[in-house]
């Protein structure tokens, strides 16, 4: 389980394909606190650590993951934000995040509002995932409040803090990102669902 509070951005060093996986190698300030089978979202994405070497470890995507989140769209150079799992009896300062991407959205406007900026995101309605209205949303990893809520799109502010330490500071229109809806807002659906 996450937070979508962002502890730091983490360079991605290298990409190795292995069959249908993908070899993820970041560096990392918290590298030295990690630990072989620890879980780490990247972009929102839970990956398990498979090795660890000096201030870089290495996460392995599976094909699943690949064909659901912008993990596939990784370069060497990329910037990723980067959360551990929470610990329990830790403040939960941005909402339960499980680390388990639903789908991808594509950013179709981003606007200065002297002092903050509003990201505007589209996404496929046809999967049934739903936004309500100052209601939670995670965006590559990023605990936020919606705003603008319509059944393909939705928006976000994002106050200075918040841009300057994700890489929501790289996002442009075009731009793909990785979607978790507040897993509260599955279940009701879900239930309403099935009467």
């Known amino acids: 389980m996450f937070t979508g509070i962002i502890e730091e951005l983490g360079t991605i060093t290298s990409l190795k394909t292995d069959k249908e996986n993908l070899d993820i190698t970041v560096r990392a300030n918290f590298t030295s606190e990690l630990k072989i089978d620890q879980s780490v979202a990247h972009n929102g994405v839970c990956l398990t650590v498979v090795s660890i070497e000096d201030d870089m470890y290495t ?91 319509k059944s393909d799109e939705f928006s976000v502010a994002i106050i200075p803090f918040t841009y300057e330490h994700t890489n929501f500071s790289t996002f442009k229109k075009g731009t793909v990102v990785n979607l978790e809806f507040d897993v509260i807002g599955k279940y009701v659906k879900r239930i309403t669902q099935l009467g």
């Open 59 to 149: 996460v392995t995507a599976i094909k699943e993951t690949l064909e659901k989140t912008n993990l596939k769209d990784l370069a060497a150079g990329d910037v990723v934000n980067l959360e551990r799992g929470m610990r329990l009896g830790d403040r939960l300062d941005g909402h339960i995040v499980q680390g388990h991407v639903d789908q991808i959205a594509t950013c179709t406007n981003v606007s200065e509002a002297d002092g903050s900026w509003y990201f505007t995101f589209g996404y496929d309605p046809s999967l049934s995932n739903i936004t309500i209205e100052k209601g939670s949303i995670t965006v590559n990893g990023v605990s936020l409040t919606v705003v603008n809520s």
